[in-house]
């Protein structure tokens, strides 16, 4: 079982739209949540940390379910610009950060 | 400098070679990181400096790879015998000892050395 997981998508949504990605870690000693954004070809950039009573950024909330073990993040009024690959990142323990396979998002004019 | 720097961009060579890769953390970070990212995949961690020693290198695929950081600034990460296999984007990433409010470490990435073995 991978140590983060994310459904690959892709999402295809229209502009305004409201998408929600879910990402599953294994490791429940897990310490610090993220979640990356990552455009076609280009590095992945930190989005948002997610923290344990969840946290807001303009569109964005991020959401954090330790007894399920799952981190979730919610887009509102969906962007073409918010077009992106997003990562979900999770510190398992280790000392370098684990990243999930990324989920598509495509948001259609 | 005020991003994360690596070259070269791209790199193509073939089966067998050796090959270098080079990154350049931001002035002051004291963590440097390497990950691999093939094609429809996460970054997948390969090691991990603090100042000049390498901290964990538990994700390393084999004895192929090797990394140094021996002045605790820029780093080399090393591919002897290339294999197809070794084809990626190699990104590198690097980060403060401080820390968000989540009290954990946040990495800022470079745009990654695009490695490809004919």
């Known amino acids: 079982r991978k140590e983060v997981e994310q459904d690959p998508g892709p999402f295809n949504v229209p502009e305004g739209a409201t998408v929600a990605f879910n990402c599953t870690y294994s490791?429940?000693?897990?310490?610090?949540f993220f979640w990356y954004r990552q455009d076609c070809r280009k590095e992945p950039k930190l989005l948002m940390s997610v923290y344990s009573s969840g946290n807001e950024d303009g569109r964005f909330t991020a959401q954090l379910n330790r007894a399920s073990q799952y981190i979730s993040l919610l887009i509102r009024d969906s962007k073409l610009s918010d077009s992106a690959t997003y990562l979900c990142v999770v510190n398992t323990g280790r000392r370098a950060l684990t990243f999930g396979s990324g989920t598509r998002l495509q948001v259609q004019p | 400098g005020a991003g994360v720097s690596q070259t070269p961009s791209n790199k193509v060579t073939e089966k067998g070679k050796y090959v270098e890769l080079r990154c350049d953390p931001i002035?002051?970070?004291?963590?440097l990181y390497w990950y691999r990212q093939s094609l429809g995949q996460g970054p997948e961690f390969l090691i991990y400096?603090?100042?000049?020693?390498?901290?964990?290198d538990s994700g390393l695929p084999n004895d192929r790879f090797f990394a140094v950081r021996p002045e605790g600034s820029v780093s080399t990460l090393k591919i002897q015998r290339t294999e197809r296999g070794d084809s990626a984007v190699y990104l590198c990433?690097?980060?403060?000892?401080?820390?968000?409010?989540?009290?954990?470490?946040?990495?800022?990435f470079g745009a990654g050395s695009r490695l490809t073995v004919l």
């Open positions: 002035s002051g970070h004291t963590a």
């Open positions: 990433a690097s980060s403060s000892k401080g820390r968000d409010n989540s009290g954990a470490n946040v990495l800022t």
């Open positions: 490791n429940s000693a897990s310490q610090s």
């Open positions: 400096f603090q100042g000049t020693g390498a901290a964990d």
